[in-house]
């Protein structure tokens, strides 16, 4: 009995032993992290979003907007059942079977405290799933980046993912000026993962994004938008591209892009293809050709050329190449104000010789081809312009009247403009200043620009694409009352074959019209183009399928903008 208590004794001591080890373990050595177990068992801590930058047009209409919206989350340790759980939101948020799968899956993971079941529910259907009081589910305001007037620019603007980030177009270009700076709090939550009251305070404050001011009008926006849409439609083509520029600062004041859907439906491109694919400019290009000649001193407008109604290179050889004007006509002379009002291939290529491949190439570069604008816009393309000595035969000849080098519907438009801006080219931009988080608004800087034709040869070539509207290729540009200057373009677009036609012998055609007004004393250069209209229509050319777009357009500007022809400006004279 005595050996009997002496090892009950042993043992008892041992035990509280180890009793008063534990308390001092628990409340002296280890208090540190055992607390910190208890306050992470019983807190929460979450992000506070920083409500992202608006955007706003020029005249401060808001473009892009973060509202609030509510997102349904949950805390795997406090759910009860995760496949009855699961179900229920299911059944609530209409998710089918595999969507259902997949949220008892994460509901079941005990290892995290935080799934998101939905973002940005209904708020009638956020506050029937809070109603019912699921344990472990709760709620939460999250901003929300709407875009305002149904997606109006949205090929500018882009898109945001899921989670708020900047995905593509300005949202993606200005990410790091429009999220701002992200905050946190603590919430303290019972058994259930729900908040006590009184439970939640915030730690750091979120700091809201930078606000973008664009140069885009939104009233011009949408009616070029919709007379794009309508122009497409008419034609049967495949879309098109719209862009108004302030002629003097280059704001461009509208830029659209047009897309079949995949229901073959005319809609706004999610794309800003106007500043991401390239094509060959065809016979707007003839200005820059005429312009280098003017420029050099190795023409003027009244300078005359042997022009033949065809023209053979190599002939006779394997790189025989055969270049015929837009009309059969005998050897004849023309002026070189007639070859451009004309649209004459052949006058254009031996009017600008005398320039030579390198000089026309460096002019060209001057305009501004071969590389991108300054926009920085995401998958910006710099179309492409091979160096002079790449160019062999008649590839020297081609690249006068638009063929041999690609320009986007941006560069081209821009390049345009020079003529519009007295000889400067002006880099065109989208964004016209910011607005911190102080209200205080930043003026975004202009472009620098560059001189790129002299003033006196810019008037000559206004002048001359007057005449192309009012007598030439371009005639369903003209607007009553005020002088329109600009140039029509039709090219042909490369085959999947490498050749201009396609296996079946049709063509597709990019059809374009440039210009500005008013022609002496310009506010606005527009460019409307139109991809492949139908081939068997003749609304086929430049001066037939965008050339009413730009009238349309024009009469929108003129409206928008307060623009009055100048004093003795009447438009096209009677009968023109």
């Known amino acids: 009995m005595r050996r009997r208590a002496q090892i009950a004794f042993l043992v008892f001591l041992l035990a509280f032993g180890w009793i008063v080890y534990r308390a001092v373990d628990v409340q002296v050595l280890d208090n540190d992290s055992l607390r910190a177990d208890g306050v992470a068992q019983r807190t929460d801590y979450r992000t506070i979003a920083a409500p992202r930058g608006t955007i706003f047009d020029r005249d401060g209409n808001e473009m892009a907007i973060t509202v609030p919206s509510t997102s349904i989350y949950a805390d795997p340790r406090a759910v009860l059942d995760p496949a009855a759980t699961a179900h229920v939101l299911g059944q609530m948020l209409g998710l089918d079977p595999t969507s259902e799968a997949d949220l008892t899956t994460k509901l079941s993971d005990r290892s995290t405290s935080f799934v998101y079941v939905q973002r940005f529910v209904d708020d009638d259907v956020a506050d029937a799933i809070l109603s019912l009081r699921l344990a472990g589910v709760n709620g939460v305001s999250e901003p929300e980046r709407v875009q305002v007037a149904g997606g109006l620019a949205r090929n500018v603007i882009g898109r945001t993912d899921p989670f708020g980030t900047g995905a593509a177009g300005l949202e993606l270009q200005y990410e790091k000026v429009l999220r701002g700076q992200d905050g946190t709090e603590v919430r303290e939550i019972n058994n259930n993962g729900r908040t006590l009251p009184g439970g939640t305070r915030t730690v750091d404050g979120a700091r809201p994004g930078t606000d973008l001011v664009l140069t885009i009008d939104r009233s011009m926006q949408f009616q070029v938008e919709q007379a794009l849409i309508q122009r497409v439609t008419e034609v049967g083509a495949l879309g098109g591209n719209a862009i108004v520029l302030d002629t003097v600062t280059g704001d461009v004041l509208a830029i659209s ?6 229901n073959g439906v005319p809609t706004v491109s999610t794309g800003n ?14 200005i820059f050709s005429v312009a280098a000649a003017i420029d050099s001193g190795l023409a003027n407008e009244s300078s005359v050329y042997e022009v033949p109604g065809v023209y053979v290179f190599d002939e006779g050889t394997e790189f025989e190449y055969t270049i015929k004007d837009a009309y059969p006509h005998e050897t004849e002379p023309m002026t070189l104000h007639q070859i451009l009002v004309k ?6 290529m031996l009017a600008s010789m005398p320039v030579g491949t390198e000089g026309l190439h460096d002019y060209l570069v001057d305009f501004g081809f071969g590389s991108p604008t300054n926009l920085d816009f995401p998958g910006e393309s710099p179309g492409s312009l091979r160096a002079a000595s790449e160019l062999r035969g008649s590839e020297k000849a081609t690249i006068t009247y638009g063929y041999g080098f690609s320009a986007t519907s941006l560069q081209l438009a821009a390049a345009v403009n020079v003529v519009a801006n007295g000889g400067n080219y002006v880099p065109p931009r989208l964004v016209m200043s910011t607005i911190d988080d102080r209200g205080i608004e930043w003026d975004a800087p202009l472009g620098e620009g560059r001189r790129v034709i002299s003033e006196s040869t810019a008037d000559t070539l206004a002048t001359m694409l007057t005449d192309v509207v009012c007598s030439g290729t371009g005639t369903r540009a003209a607007v009553p009352g005020i002088s329109v200057a600009g140039k029509t373009g039709t090219g042909y677009k490369t085959q999947d074959n490498g050749t201009y036609v396609k296996d079946d012998g049709s063509r597709a055609y990019f059809a374009t019209f440039a210009g500005f007004l008013p022609a002496d004393q310009p506010r606005v250069t527009i460019l409307v183009s139109i991809d492949e209209p139908n081939p068997q229509s003749r609304d086929r050319f430049g001066g037939t399928a965008a050339a009413p777009v730009f009238a349309a357009i024009a009469r929108v500007a003129i ?12 438009g096209c004279p009677a009968g023109a």
């Open 343 to 348: 649209s004459s291939n052949i006058g254009t």
């Open 273 to 286: 293809m106007a500043a991401v694919e390239a094509h060959e400019p065809g016979s707007v290009a003839k």
């Open 257 to 262: 892009s047009v897309r079949l859907d995949e």
């Open 559 to 570: 409206q928008e903008l307060s623009i009055e022809p100048t004093p003795g400006d009447t």
